[in-house]
């Protein structure tokens, strides 16, 4: 009897091939080992089927003699996975996407307010699309999709943070879907709320078409592109003091972190190993890293701070940030030192931490200071005035040792730790920044004298 062999309990695909090495099936789950456990049952020292699955499979379990998988990230990248990999080697127990009857897509009607609907059959739009007449039109189209509840989760989340519908009126009735649930959690530190600004209807024929526009944006993969545009929106709001718009766009923002997890698992439509190997590696890193460190989630935002200054001078401070263990460039920031004169890096971190925690940003999953105890007493302080909770500690660079507040012993992690290398990369690219800055102003200096 075939047994599968250990395989991890984490997101990720698994093919199935036959006793001469021909590909069967490919799957995705969000629980590898549970899945593939669930295809196997003992009966009649044979392989079969668990009960309520169609004949074919139970034939294509039959035939199982090996298995395969690869790690990702999280739900989705497996989906964009599962999805490639099924275009490119049409496994013969897997839809036949030239039959695509089971696939999704995502379509945008050609209304005066339109809709996002899914439908079934592809040749039901391109029929659409030659009929002008249609009584909803499609003007555009994304798919197909292989997983229905992760592409409606995905669009029922889209639409919290760009809301398309309206309390009364035509645009109502153009549409059948109610307003989005917006109290997802009473925690604003919680990965799953929203804002408090994320709660009004569209009443305005233009902002609705500019929240569709956006969202077929993100169902194009250009979520960096209109990231950007909101930002330099919000920045603009913030300076005309309209404070509430830059609050809904700030939670756009926020919100869109939640759903804009990576997908980028295939390149030239062949699997990128290289990336994979870094997702694996990243999320090793995290999970040693609230371990070591008895954080009560893994550390999925990072923040680093530097101070860079020769003698005192023109001195200033950086703000590097890793998402998922990723470098997130959109989210770094600098200062100039103000209030601190001479050399005292203490006070000088001291002061970028004041004014980062009065900043309206993301929090941290956890604050990572470069220096030593002194460093970290000054940053330490600083977050206590606030009544913020945050977890701080330092890596001073001599012995790469890290230090927790009021603790004295600190802790020396080995040498190839994923952890400690994840926090060094962080740590370095913070003072690259720093660097760079203060560089940047010297130059500036130097021309203008």
């Known amino acids: 009897m075939f047994k599968p062999p250990k395989i991890p309990t984490k997101p990720g695909i698994y093919k199935f091939f036959d006793n001469q090495g021909r590909l069967l099936y490919i ?7 549970h899945r593939v456990k669930s295809y196997f049952t003992k009966s009649n020292a044979r392989r079969s089927f668990s009960e309520g699955v169609s004949p074919v499979k139970i034939q294509m379990v039959q035939q199982i003699n090996k298995v395969e998988y690869i790690l990702v990230g999280n739900e989705n990248e497996a989906m964009i996975l599962e999805r490639n990999l099924i275009k490119k080697y049409q496994p013969p127990f897997n839809v036949d996407l030239k039959d695509d009857k089971s696939w999704l897509y995502a379509v945008i009607t050609n209304e005066e307010y339109p809709k996002i609907i899914l439908i079934r059959y592809k040749k039901q739009i391109l029929n659409n699309k030659k009929n002008s007449n249609s009584k909803n ?26 809301p ?18 917006i109290d997802l959690s009473k925690n604003h530190r919680s990965h799953l709320h929203l804002g408090r600004y994320l709660n009004k209807p569209v009443t305005d024929k233009k902002e609705w078409k500019k929240n569709i526009k956006l969202i077929k944006k993100f169902l194009n993969g250009k979520i960096e ?21 830059a609050g809904l766009i700030r939670d756009q923002l926020r919100a869109l972190a939640i759903i804009g997890q990576k997908q980028q698992v295939l390149k030239n439509n062949e699997i990128d190993e290289n990336y994979l190997i870094k997702i694996r590696k990243n999320f090793q890193a995290l999970e040693q890293l609230k371990k070591i460190l008895k954080l009560k989630q893994s550390p999925l935002r990072i923040e680093a701070y530097d101070i860079s200054n020769i003698g005192g001078q023109m001195a200033v401070g950086s703000l590097v940030v890793l998402t998922d263990g990723e470098i997130d460039t959109s989210q770094y920031r600098h200062f100039k030192i103000k209030t601190v004169k001479g050399a005292n890096d203490p006070a ?37 005035k606030t009544g913020l909770k945050l977890p701080i500690v330092s890596l001073a660079k001599k012995q790469e040792e890290i230090y927790l507040p009021n ?26 920044f720093a660097i760079n800055y203060y560089r940047k102003l010297h130059t500036k200096k130097l021309l203008t004298n």
Not at 165 to 171: C, E, S, V, W
């Open 225 to 245: 592109d209109f990231k950007i545009v909101l930002e330099n929106k919000m920045k603009a709001a913030a300076k005309k003091k309209n404070f509430e718009q």
């Open 164 to 181: 398309y519908y309206a309390p009364d009126g035509p645009a109502r009735r153009s549409f059948s879907g109610g307003g989005p649930m």
């Open 348 to 384: 000088m971190m001291a002061e970028v931490i004041k004014r980062r925690l009065k900043n309206d940003w993301p929090l941290p999953d956890l604050m990572l200071i470069d220096g030593g105890p002194t460093q970290l007493n000054a940053a330490s302080a600083e977050l206590k």
């Open 407 to 432: 603790e004295s012993i600190p802790i020396k992690l080995p040498k190839f730790s994923p952890a400690l290398q994840l926090l060094q990369r962080i740590r370095d690219e913070a003072h690259r």
């Open 27 to 33: 799957g995705k789950a969000k629980n590898l080992k």
């Open 137 to 162: 039109q499609f003007s555009n189209y994304f798919g197909p999709y292989t997983s229905a509840t992760a592409i409606r989760e995905t669009l029922k989340m889209l639409k919290k943070i760009f």
